[in-house]
């Protein structure tokens, strides 16, 4: 008899935790809080960031002569969804020159990168074989009945 043993699957990134995400890079890159900030709360104007999960991102942007702009790649599971968010910085902000982008990694990597909270991951049980009823139907064919 073979047991069955669950697997931890992570737990996809929440629209939030991107937004929040996004931020802490941009402020590791040398970006002042304002200007973090200012991306983040531009970001809430996207419907795909509000109240929807991914299983991986990727961003790239940039904050370039005043302006803001963040380039995204949404991928819910192999539906990918890519859009872009822009917005203008006050005049002090003018001379900042500051690029990065975020590549594609595991939901719970993004999370400790950009400092956040890694919730529990879910624990789905494998599927015993003997168990499944594909493999007891074609355990059952070629098996006659006696009349």
């Known amino acids: 008899?073979?047991?069955?043993?669950a697997m931890k699957i992570p737990q996809p990134l929440s629209g939030d935790e991107i937004?929040?995400?996004?931020?802490?890079?941009?402020?590791?890159?040398?970006?002042?809080?304002?200007?973090?900030?200012s991306i983040r709360i531009g970001l809430n104007g996207t419907c795909l960031l509000n109240g929807c999960a991914y299983s991986?991102?990727?961003?790239?942007?940039?904050?370039?002569?005043?302006?803001?702009r963040v380039d995204y790649e949404l991928d819910d599971f192999g539906r990918v969804a890519?859009?872009?968010m822009n917005g203008k910085l006050p005049a002090e902000f003018e001379d900042f020159d500051l690029r990065?982008?975020?590549?594609?990694?595991?939901?719970?990597?993004?999370?400790?990168?950009?400092?956040?909270k890694i919730p529990i991951p879910t624990l789905v049980n494998k599927q015993n074989e003997e168990s499944n009823s594909f493999s007891k139907s074609l355990k059952a064919r070629g098996k006659v009945k006696d009349v």
């Open 1 to 5: 008899m073979s047991t069955v043993q």
């Open 56 to 68: 991986k991102v990727k961003i790239d942007w940039k904050v370039v002569a005043g302006e803001w």
């Open 19 to 37: 937004k929040i995400g996004i931020g802490k890079f941009v402020l590791a890159a040398g970006a002042p809080e304002f200007i973090a900030d």
């Open 100 to 116: 990065g982008s975020i590549e594609p990694m595991p939901p719970d990597r993004f999370r400790r990168e950009s400092e956040q």
């Open 82 to 84: 890519r859009g872009m």
